[in-house]
């Protein structure tokens, strides 16, 4: 049975010390042993009584999301929850850690725990499930080594639940659990019989005790309490070790920890109210029971206990921050250390509003509106403190939706005007930011600040929010300033290629990569506008282009859903005439991306954000634009589910014909009544006693074409344009001549693109996206150019087809034909076929073929033959095998590319610069020898804090030898720094590779930060003097090297192709144009396209005066 058990604990860790878990595994294994391990629970059978069979606790697997998402991922791969201790929104957290470093935390991956942590456990965040204030019981004598060591554990013996944490640990098999309230909690630490109970405590400030059973520190007001006496207090490394006597029998010892923001009394009087005597059980049973009861408001009844596993426990999740700052009593520590009482129940801080304004908040709305208010009262008194609503990190000021969305939905117990004044004032305060004053004056930000979309389409959606709390509450001069603003997304909106990118002044960066977003790029930004989801349809092109468009972004993984700002996505299919693919998408990311295991999460969770999208998409409904009083539908997990809502309300959710194959909707009744759409309006759901959902394995598109956008969507109405009066300038005309096709197009309906196909002989030649205003006409017209003689068919759309007559001219162009393009890999191994492509066209109206002659060197290696069609473009393969080695100049017609052969891999060299004499506006040559081209910079610029400083930085162009990488990299320079302003980057690649001095750290990373970084601490005299730093990615591992010496390594889940079109800069980074610069010198730059040994690393340290 122990392998079974061993195979079970990913899965079930934190249950298989329930006897119902065995009952139902014996159950499952006779009945059926080819069913999968995870259907182990059984139904419930009477879900809308409210009154489940089995524990939600039992459902609560809080392992899932402690390591790296099984799934793919772009912008965060760590899940970053803690599976420790803690009470619903609880001030104290008591969990295990089992990394140190600049990687803290736990991770399920690891076996070894280093300390429990008591507080500050920002659930979901990269290092999420680090805190402060360390404990860690210390080993039998036998195992003792200094306290950060650790101690080893197995899996095996380890469990989790809400509020309750165990493990036993390896070396000398003694135990400690731990369970807590919202302030105060309670180790039992067991030690074996004959041991000396010693614990080591750390980061907890200085000690102070106040009896030999009761210790004080002012950080946090900690209070540490025993019920028996300390022997010993023993001050050792970075802590204290507390000493006491043996038991005979149970040699245990117990521990309350009791914080308050407010003063020593305080947490005395958390620790007298909450945890008033010594008995572990029952407070226990008493914090479980708090979760429980909140849990228990929603009730399940489907076959899949996988499901209810990922269910309960995102909803778990996403009831642990923000958390209450306030004591028992109300009172708190607020702004400038001064001491408030709580106009709620409870305070609360930790707020971070860009996480968790799109799911979170909405989700409390809904749910726990009595804390959603407190939440609200909260936000207001920071305002009343500072001037300033919360905002957290990122960008855009997203308090602002959480609260007109809690307004709209029904919580009205705080001021509206006064949270109108903080709203204005808060929006206003960012007019001193340069990057929004410039948003205001030109309507956009432009590529000269970094995250420069992001920055947009979120100040664009924070107007629209500012417009619609201007019309709840009648402020026509505020919605007249806000609400044309909430449509300056478009300012960036690029036509010929359908996408949001970066612009500076007229012209656009098409092709921006990672350069211009905040954790993204053009696929998911161009998306992220859900105020304005019918406009942005139009301005894709209508239905059939943007559900093409979208639908295979998320096919392909160009899009991935692994972070906030793709919440929203799945569910705008619903804003087109395909609503199923919406329900197809939701219900894949449901089944497929969420997972009961520990890295079940597809990416930071980042506060429970993650997990309450879940909730919500398994209920059946999400808030795209929050801030309108309305749901988008989607596709419901569950067969039946029953929610206890305030006021002695209840929501039963029926699908009976779910399954994991009947994912579509084939129709939708609210209290009996059909619903012809895919939305529910706030005002309905408030109301509603029954919500049902007849389930399909087929779309049933048709069954809701009664959906209107009002309300759901700033654009409340479609394009509605048509061709008319199309005009073709020439009938009769010369191979290769150009053909202008003129046409008018009326529009009856929203501003948006309509796309306009040319089409010859029935085959498709192009299309061009034309940008139509609403209720107007426009003339426009696009070109052709035709080969073959004899008559075509021309048409545009599904007009009329107009005929063109296409003859030879009478003088043939003098090259029939023309090489357009030449790509060749930059490194070609010595003697080894290495490839070519090229594209051919054939410039005449005959049949034509082509010699085409491949030089390397000026002396000809090889012919190709080429036959062409009239007009045809072709691309064509083709090899050379190079002699010698050294730099080849291959040339193919007009086209040439310059080509290294390589024997050793110190020959990979693709860059080498050394700065010399250079001055600020020269050339800065590479003496690889493939002649990539660098420029010095010194320029004045306005920095992101708003000072201007002079910055000197090189910029490489881009090159196909610097750009086109594959899994190897090897990066070097000579580096003199100086005093560092924050973050520095060294050496960048946009933010897709990157060596960065932060502090005492150095960092680096290839193919994304979003996979991890290896971070090194600085040498004692790394300031004023020169050093040599090497950065190696050789497949998933990274490594650092300082002056010849291997600094330190980390290794990713994944190895990255290290392709990128973002280009090399040495003292800066082309996504951070306002930030991010290094103070100091760089020279003897040099990039390798392998991963070098440390002595070849060591060998091409030339001596750097």
């Not at 048709?702 to 409340?716: I, L």
């Amino acid at each position: 049975m122990a392998w079974f058990k061993k195979l079970l604990i990913p899965y079930f860790g934190a249950y298989m010390n329930k006897p119902l878990f065995y009952f139902l595994v014996g159950s499952f294994c006779l009945q059926a042993t080819s069913l999968p391990i995870v259907s182990m629970a059984q139904n419930n059978p009477n879900p809308v009584s409210g009154q489940p069979l089995i524990n939600p606790l039992d459902f609560v697997n809080p392992f899932i999301g402690t390591t790296n998402a099984e799934q793919p991922t772009k912008w965060g791969a760590e899940g970053g929850t803690y599976p420790g201790a803690v009470a619903p929104w609880g001030f104290v957290q008591l969990s295990p850690e089992t990394k140190t470093g600049h990687l803290k935390g736990y991770d399920y991956r690891d076996s070894t725990i280093y300390f429990f942590s008591c507080a500050n456990h920002s659930s979901g965040y990269p290092n999420g499930s680090a805190g402060t204030m360390k404990v860690l019981p210390l080993a039998h004598p036998r195992f003792r080594k200094k306290p950060s060591a650790g101690r080893p554990f197995r899996h095996e013996q380890e469990k989790a639940s809400p509020g309750y944490y165990q493990v036993q640990f390896s070396d000398d098999q003694g135990s400690a659990e731990m369970t807590t309230a919202v302030h105060t909690g309670l180790f039992r630490f067991r030690f074996p019989t004959g041991v000396l109970p010693r614990v080591y405590l750390g980061e907890m400030g200085k000690l102070t005790p106040r009896s030999k059973r009761l210790l004080y520190s002012e950080r946090l007001n900690l209070l540490l309490s025993f019920p028996t006496d300390m022997m010993g207090m023993e001050n050792v490394e970075d802590g204290t070790i507390l000493t006491f006597a043996q038991k005979t029998g149970d040699n245990s010892l117990l521990m309350k920890i009791s914080l308050s923001t407010v003063d020593e009394a305080g947490s005395m009087r958390n620790m007298q109210t909450e945890c008033p005597d010594w008995e572990f059980d029952q407070f226990k049973k008493i914090n479980q029971q708090r979760w429980a009861d909140l849990l228990n408001t929603i009730s399940i009844e489907d076959e899949s206990a996988d499901n209810k596993i990922k269910f309960y426990t995102a909803l778990y999740h996403s009831y642990l921050v923000p958390w209450i700052i306030s004591d028992v009593d109300g009172r708190y520590k607020g702004a400038r250390g001064k001491i408030y009482q709580t106009k709620g129940k409870n305070q609360y801080g930790k707020f971070s509003p860009w996480d968790t304004y799109r799911s979170l908040h909405p989700l409390l709305t809904l749910l726990q509106p009595a804390v959603q208010e407190d939440m609200i009262r909260s936000m207001l008194d920071v305002f009343v403190q500072t001037g300033k609503l919360p905002k957290g990190p990122m960008t855009g000021y997203h308090s602002l939706p959480v609260i007109l969305d809690s307004w709209r939905k029904g919580i009205k117990g705080f001021d509206i005007q006064q949270a109108w004044t903080a709203m204005k004032a808060s929006l206003d305060s960012s007019l001193a930011e340069p990057d929004f004053a410039e948003y205001t004056r030109l309507g956009y930000v432009s590529a000269a600040f970094s995250e420069s979309v992001t920055k947009t389409v979120e100040f664009a959606y924070n107007d629209w929010i500012m417009a619609e709390m201007a019309k709840e509450l009648g402020d026509t001069a505020a919605y007249a300033l806000y609400a044309p603003r909430a449509l300056n997304y478009r300012n960036l909106f690029h036509f010929p290629s359908g996408f949001i990118v970066p612009r500076k002044g007229t012209g656009f960066i098409e092709e921006p990569e990672s350069n211009g977003y905040k954790e993204g790029d053009k696929w998911i930004y161009s998306y992220v506008v859900p105020h304005d989801a019918r406009g942005l349809v139009n301005l894709m092109g209508g239905d059939a282009e943007f559900s093409a468009k979208l639908d295979s972004a998320l096919s392909t993984g160009l899009l991935l859903f692994d972070n906030e700002p793709a919440f929203h996505v799945p569910y705008l299919f619903n804003f087109t005439d395909e609503p199923a693919v919406s329900q197809a998408w939701v219900r894949e990311i449901m089944q497929q991306k969420f997972l009961a295991r520990p890295g079940g999460i597809p990416g930071n969770d980042d506060l429970g954000s993650m997990s309450s999208w879940f909730v919500f998409s398994a209920m059946g409904f999400y808030p795209v634009a929050v801030g309108a009083p309305v749901y988008e539908i989607g596709s419901p997990l569950f067969q039946k589910m029953h929610i206890r809502l305030p006021g002695d309300r209840s929501l039963a959710i029926l699908a009976p014909e779910n399954s994991s194959r009947a994912v579509y909707l084939q129709s939708v009744e609210l209290d009996g009544q059909p619903l012809n759409r895919l939305f529910l309006q706030q005002a309905e759901l408030a109301k509603a006693g029954t919500l049902r959902f007849k389930m399909g394995e087929k779309p049933a598109n048709a069954a809701f074409q009664a959906t209107v956008f009002t309300g759901r969507s700033a654009t409340e109405l479609p394009v509605k344009a048509k061709l008319e009066a199309v005009y073709t300038a020439a009938k009769n005309v010369y191979s290769n001549d150009s053909i202008w096709i003129q046409f008018t197009l009326s529009n009856k309906g929203a501003a948006g693109i309509y796309p306009v196909q040319l089409w010859v002989n029935d085959q498709l030649y192009g299309t061009k996206n034309c940008w139509v205003p609403a209720d107007s006409t426009l003339q426009d017209s696009v070109a052709l150019q035709l080969y073959q003689p004899g008559n075509h068919l021309v048409r545009l759309n599904e007009g009329s087809a107009q005929l063109v007559q296409v003859a030879l001219p009478p003088r043939e162009p003098a090259n029939s034909y023309v090489i357009e393009k030449l790509d060749a890999k930059p490194l070609a191994p010595l003697g080894k076929e290495h490839q070519l492509l090229f594209t051919i066209k054939n410039q005449t109206g005959r049949l034509d073929t082509a010699l085409v002659a491949i030089k390397n060197n000026g002396l000809l290696v090889k012919e190709e033959t080429v036959v062409l069609q009239p007009g045809e473009r072709k691309l064509v393969g083709s090899s050379f095998i190079p002699k010698n080695l050294g730099i080849q100049l291959i040339e193919i017609g007009q086209q040439s590319a310059r080509v290294k052969t390589v024997e050793r891999t110190i020959d990979k060299m693709v860059l080498d610069v050394a700065m010399g004499k250079i001055r600020p506006g020269e050339q800065v040559p590479d003496l690889s020898g493939l002649g990539n081209k660098g420029s010095y910079r010194k320029e004045t610029r306005v920095m992101g804090d708003n000072s201007t400083q002079t910055i000197e930085y090189v910029q490489f162009e881009n090159s196909a030898s610097l750009d086109e990488l594959e899994e190897e990299i090897t990066v070097m320079a000579w580096v003199l720094p100086g005093k560092q302003r924050g973050m520095a980057d060294i050496i960048s690649k946009g933010d897709f590779i990157v060596i960065q001095q932060t502090g005492r750290t150095l960092s680096f990373f290839a193919g994304g930060w979003g996979q991890g970084s290896c971070d090194v601490a600085l040498p004692a005299n790394w300031e004023n003097k020169w050093h040599h730093i090497a950065a190696v990615c050789k497949g998933r591992l990274y490594t650092l090297y300082i002056d010849g010496v291997k600094a330190g390594s980390f290794e990713i889940d994944r190895a990255v192709n290290l392709s990128s079109r973002l280009r090399w800069v040495l003292g800066g980074n082309e996504e951070f144009p306002d930030q991010r610069y290094f103070n100091g010198r760089i020279n003897g730059f040099k990039v390798f396209a392998a991963a070098l040994t440390a002595d070849e690393i060591e060998g091409e340290m030339l001596p750097m005066e």
